[in-house]
């Protein structure tokens, strides 16, 4: 089989020096005790009497009942895979250096400012005032290095926070690699099975899953009490950004719209410093559909199938299951013969 290209998501030419304005940074300011900062729990609607203020939050103390509406959703999710590592130029890197401590070359720094220049300016597109951007960082020194160089295009007013997460880290692939064993894994790699197959040492797609699944509901979470929402505030213009790395990125989408192995691994790998942006439809479900156009999306490896879930998800309100789902219809070909399939 041949080797997965890269596919080239959204695109777009460098801003020109005009839009780049010095920044200036203002300290991050820290509540000195915890009576201060329970002073604003809850974004600052009201004092909650508990260490966890997200468990006050949602309802009230010893009911059911909702306490407040549920904060609003982010607007955008934008994955985000690290800039051009040295790794990427030169596969004996991995046998001198540690995985994790990789660097960017200067080509994928230029690759991350780029990249920060071109979510800036699809945020700016909305037309709204009060945006603002969330992250979340694989702790691997390439991705660090790309979020502090991506970085470069927002002022820390517009940064809301950030979390290191050592759960969306790179699959492990073992210790220092061996450049020949690694090659010949690789090629057993595509006998056995992108998904299934381990590494010596290391983990599997499937293994990367199991985290990326506890990631998700962490996320999940985070979204549901407005976790990354300034103090009283509940702005519909938040931005995530997830900055990693493209097998991780890609079972990210797979666990958030329940793809299957098979279609998952169809899937063809991000650009380095390029993104997906997972969009807030009309029903408040995030669709891919709603920024990229169908061209792209299959170029990433999406089918018919999973188009036209795409489609649904553009409409869909959360909470609701799509009962006409076409995967089913596919997997149960007994179907046609009660006429069932259009």
């Given at each position: 089989?041949?080797?997965?290209?890269?596919?080239?998501?959204?695109?777009?030419?460098?801003?020109?020096?005009?839009?780049?304005?010095?920044?200036?940074?203002?300290?991050?300011?820290?509540?000195?005790?915890?009576?201060?900062?329970?002073?604003?729990?809850?974004?600052?609607?009201?004092?909650?009497?508990?260490?966890?203020?997200?468990?006050?939050?949602?309802?009230?103390?010893?009911?059911?009942?909702?306490?407040?509406?549920?904060?609003?959703?982010?607007?955008?999710?934008?994955?985000?895979?690290?800039?051009?590592?040295?790794?990427?130029?030169?596969?004996?890197?991995?046998?001198?250096?540690?995985?994790?401590?990789?660097?960017?070359?200067?080509?994928?720094?230029?690759?991350?400012?780029?990249?920060?220049?071109?979510?800036?300016?699809?945020?700016?597109?909305?037309?709204?005032?009060?945006?603002?951007?969330?992250?979340?960082?694989?702790?691997?020194?390439?991705?660090?290095?790309?979020?502090?160089?991506?970085?470069?295009?927002?002022?820390?007013?517009?940064?809301?926070?950030?979390?290191?997460?050592?759960?969306?880290?790179?699959?492990?692939?073992?210790?220092?690699?061996?450049?020949?064993?690694?090659?010949?894994?690789?090629?057993?790699?595509?006998?056995?099975?992108?998904?299934?197959?381990?590494?010596?040492?290391?983990?599997?797609?499937?293994?990367?899953?199991?985290?990326?699944?506890?990631?998700?509901?962490?996320?999940?979470?985070?979204?549901?009490?407005?976790?990354?929402?300034?103090?009283?505030?509940?702005?519909?213009?938040?931005?995530?950004?997830?900055?990693?790395?493209?097998?991780?990125?890609?079972?990210?989408?797979?666990r958030w719209y329940k793809w299957t192995v098979e279609q998952f691994?169809?899937?063809?790998?991000?650009?380095?410093?390029?993104?997906?942006?997972?969009?807030?439809?009309?029903?408040?479900?995030?669709?891919?559909?709603?920024?990229?156009?169908?061209?792209?999306?299959?170029?990433?490896?999406?089918?018919?199938?999973?188009?036209?879930?795409?489609?649904?998800?553009?409409?869909?309100?959360?909470?609701?299951?799509?009962?006409?789902?076409?995967?089913?219809?596919?997997?149960?070909?007994?179907?046609?013969?009660?006429?069932?399939?259009?």
């Open positions: 089989m041949a080797a997965l290209a890269s596919t080239q998501i959204y695109p777009a030419s460098f801003p020109p020096s005009s839009r780049r304005k010095p920044r200036t940074f203002n300290p991050i300011q820290c509540h000195g005790t915890p009576k201060e900062a329970m002073e604003i729990s809850s974004n600052g609607h009201m004092k909650i009497s508990t260490g966890f203020p997200e468990k006050g939050y949602l309802t009230r103390p010893g009911t059911s009942s909702p306490l407040l509406p549920p904060p609003p959703r982010p607007r955008r999710i934008i994955l985000v895979r690290h800039g051009q590592s040295e790794g990427n130029v030169d596969e004996s890197v991995y046998t001198r250096v540690a995985d994790p401590k990789i660097d960017l070359t200067e080509k994928g720094k230029a690759e991350a400012e780029e990249c920060g220049w071109r979510i800036r300016e699809m945020i700016e597109g909305d037309g709204a005032d009060d945006w603002k951007v969330y992250f979340y960082v694989s702790p691997y020194k390439r991705t660090l290095e790309t979020l502090r160089h991506l970085g470069r295009a927002f002022e820390r007013s517009r940064i809301s926070g950030m979390r290191e997460e050592p759960r969306i880290r790179e699959q492990d692939f073992g210790n220092f690699q061996d450049r020949e064993k690694m090659r010949a894994d690789k090629a057993l790699r595509l006998r056995y099975g992108r998904f299934f197959y381990r590494f010596p040492n290391g983990e599997s797609a499937a293994d990367v899953y199991d985290r990326i699944t506890g990631f998700r509901e962490t996320l999940k979470t985070d979204i549901d009490i407005g976790r990354f929402q300034p103090p009283g505030e509940r702005s519909l213009n938040m931005n995530l950004i997830i900055v990693s790395h493209g097998l991780a990125l890609r079972v990210f989408l797979m691994e169809r899937l063809n790998n991000m650009g380095n410093g390029n993104t997906i942006v997972m969009e807030k439809g009309y029903g408040g479900r995030y669709s891919l559909l709603m920024h990229h156009n169908e061209q792209e999306l299959r170029e990433f490896g999406l089918t018919d199938e999973m188009l036209i879930d795409q489609e649904w998800q553009k409409t869909a309100r959360i909470g609701e299951f799509n009962y006409d789902c076409p995967v089913v219809n596919s997997f149960f070909t007994h179907f046609e013969d009660e006429g069932c399939m259009t």
